[in-house]
């Protein structure tokens, strides 16, 4: 790097850009390791409840059937297309776009069965299903979301370090080198136009020496013609 004015003002900029895009990554970073925390305490919370509702879900299979007795077939026979299905949207935090699963349910009854064989306690069982299914859905959307997050917040650490323990300290060495290197051409000019004033106040004198010499003679030889 030439040490020069110019120079110094662009590595100034530099540094401010610098400066301040770390700044900005270091907030989304903390927005994003903090999103992360509140993903795995509902990912925890989920994953608790998943195994209660699956406790609950079973029993009530065993309830069906001592209910209805083998009641599979019936219900097979009166699927046509899923009930159940899937959307997925976007939720964006600090310009991460993270997945989002919602769960929608076309709500079926089960007409055929009626009111007796078991007909309550089967669409009871159907219900307490479907609530494993929205929390599979949500455990899901949770998991997906907290890779997602983990490898954008991986990489938006290793930027964050590289602007803190490299990009920023190389700039500051640099600006410091051009500030050393002009402050030392500042001293050595200064040095010089002394050196040179000096050598002219020198010369001057010598010249007035000169002058005043060469002036004595002149009057000392218009002294001899007089006489």
């Not at 040095?191 to 106040?201: A, C, D, F, G, I």
Request: aromatic share 8%; with cysteine.
């Amino acid at each position: 790097v030439v040490p020069s004015q110019m120079n110094y003002q662009i590595y100034t900029q530099k540094g401010k850009a610098a400066r301040r895009g770390y700044d900005l990554l270091k907030k989304k970073n903390d927005s994003l390791k903090k999103r992360m925390q509140d993903l795995l305490i509902l990912l925890i919370e989920r994953k608790k409840q998943l195994r209660e509702l699956f406790a609950d879900a079973f029993f009530s299979i065993a309830e069906c059937e001592w209910a209805a007795g083998d009641f599979f077939s019936q219900i097979r026979d009166q699927v046509n297309k899923a009930s159940f299905t899937l959307d997925i949207h976007t939720e964006n935090i600090a310009g991460v776009q993270l997945p989002m699963f919602i769960a929608k349910d076309a709500n079926s009854p089960l007409e055929k069965l009626g009111r007796t064989k078991g007909g309550v306690q089967i669409e009871k069982s159907r219900n307490i299903f479907k609530k494993v299914l929205e929390t599979i859905v949500d455990i899901a959307s949770l998991q997906t979301s907290f890779i997602r997050l983990d490898q954008v917040i991986q990489v938006t650490s290793r930027r964050v370090n590289a602007l803190e323990y490299i990009v920023v300290p190389n700039i500051d060495n640099v600006l410091m080198y051009i500030q050393q290197e002009m402050d030392e051409e500042a001293r050595e000019e200064k040095y010089t136009l002394k050196k040179v004033l000096e050598n002219r106040k020198i010369a001057a004198i010598e010249m007035e020496k000169m002058n005043n010499i060469k002036k004595e003679q002149q009057e000392n030889k218009n002294q001899e013609e007089t006489d």
